[in-house]
């Protein structure tokens, strides 16, 4: 076991010191906070695109129908249940509406579903580009509960511009790719087009996690940022305890297939996601509560990940 935790530890090492890479890049003024927005742009527009399109055009086992109708529900309802059990455990831990429960919630109940995922299992399992396309697939579900569900639970309300969030390019890059696998013209991609793809898409996951580093530097300068610190134990205890537990045991009960059961092991050990942060500020929620989660939560995982991806496929015969 033990060999088996030093191992995976090494994969996700570099993705911490990623995060660090765009923090330091921020605090030496390397990566100006004017060049967030292009580089949302193009990471949202372009390069996640790319990437999906990539991984799902031509996967066969995207074709299976079993990977291509249950993905999208167990992703939409990890989070819309994350978000129910985490107002609930607010209650409990001491805070209430308008004292940061509902920010609480939504940034506890999301999990990072894509810039730690998919390097992780790129590093996992080499080539097991099937279990990647499932991945995009079951992230749609993610997509939807963020933003109907999870707009509601941190705005109090639900807009029109919400669901207009929705057809965004990487959902897009999800329907245009299975329409190309249904009418059989993913055969006919050419090598140079398909390499270009790939070209573009990797630049999402370094890209993407040096911004997150970024965004993570700018709301950690002010003084006493993990008081009081029943916030930041009741986040490691709800989203690095309670909730890999609870979407483990789905893997292990039913009969899913290999790649599910690999998502839901890899899903059930992420700490909370660093988008919220920007859905948290863009939308009046408590930025200091919110900050207190995604930071505590994702410097604790270091250690727990490994720990859960570990027993998780151990227990599923994966490892």
């Known amino acids: 076991m033990l060999s088996a935790y030093a191992s995976i530890l090494s994969a996700v090492v570099p ?15 390397w990566l100006k906070t004017q060049a967030d927005d292009s580089l949302r742009v193009l990471i949202v527009n372009v390069f996640a695109p790319c990437l999906i399109f990539s991984f799902i055009a031509g996967n066969e086992a995207v074709k299976d129908p079993v990977n291509l109708g249950l993905p999208p529900i167990l992703g939409f309802l990890s989070i819309a249940g994350g978000f129910a059990l985490a107002y ?16 609480f919630a939504f940034t506890s ?22 279990t990647l ?4 697939v079951f992230n749609v579900g993610v997509e939807i509960a963020i933003w109907s569900i999870g707009i509601v639970l941190i705005s109090g309300k639900l807009t029109r511009d919400s ?3 929705l057809l965004n390019p990487p959902l897009m890059a999800v329907l245009l790719a299975l ?18 793809l790939e070209m573009l898409g990797f630049c999402y996951i370094p890209l ?53 059961t690999k998502i839901l092991i890899i899903q059930a050990a992420m700490p909370a996601g660093i988008f919220p942060l920007v859905l948290t500020r863009h939308f009046g929620g408590d930025t200091k509560v919110a ?17 859960w991806i570990v027993i998780g496929l151990g227990l599923a015969g994966l490892a």
């Not at 993705?15 to 890049?25: K, Y």
């Not at 109940?109 to 996992?124: D, H, K, Q, R, T």
Request: one cysteine or more; proline letters at 6%; charged letters at 15%.
């Open 88 to 103: 609930a455990a607010g209650k409990w831990f001491g805070l209430k509406v308008g004292t940061g429960r509902r920010t």
């Open 208 to 260: 993407g996690i040096i911004l997150a580093g970024a965004i993570l530097a700018d709301h950690t300068t002010q003084t006493g940022l993990l008081r009081p610190f029943r916030i930041p134990a009741a986040a490691c205890l709800f989203r690095l305890l309670l909730l890999p537990i609870l979407l483990i045991l789905p893997a292990l009960i039913f009969e899913l297939s290999e790649e599910m």
């Open 15 to 29: 993705i911490f010191l990623l995060l660090l890479v765009g923090w330091s890049f921020r605090k030496r003024d």
């Open 133 to 136: 396309g499932v991945l995009m």
């Open 163 to 165: 669901f207009k969030q």
């Open 291 to 307: 900050v207190q989660v995604i930071l505590t939560t994702t410097l604790v995982s270091l250690i727990t990940i490994p720990l």
């Open 109 to 130: 109940g999301i999990y990072n579903y894509g810039f730690v995922p998919i390097p992780l299992l790129i590093a996992l399992f080499p080539g097991d580009t099937g």
């Open 179 to 196: 329409l190309t696998n249904t009418v059989g013209l993913d055969a006919h991609i050419p090598l140079w087009f398909d390499r270009l």
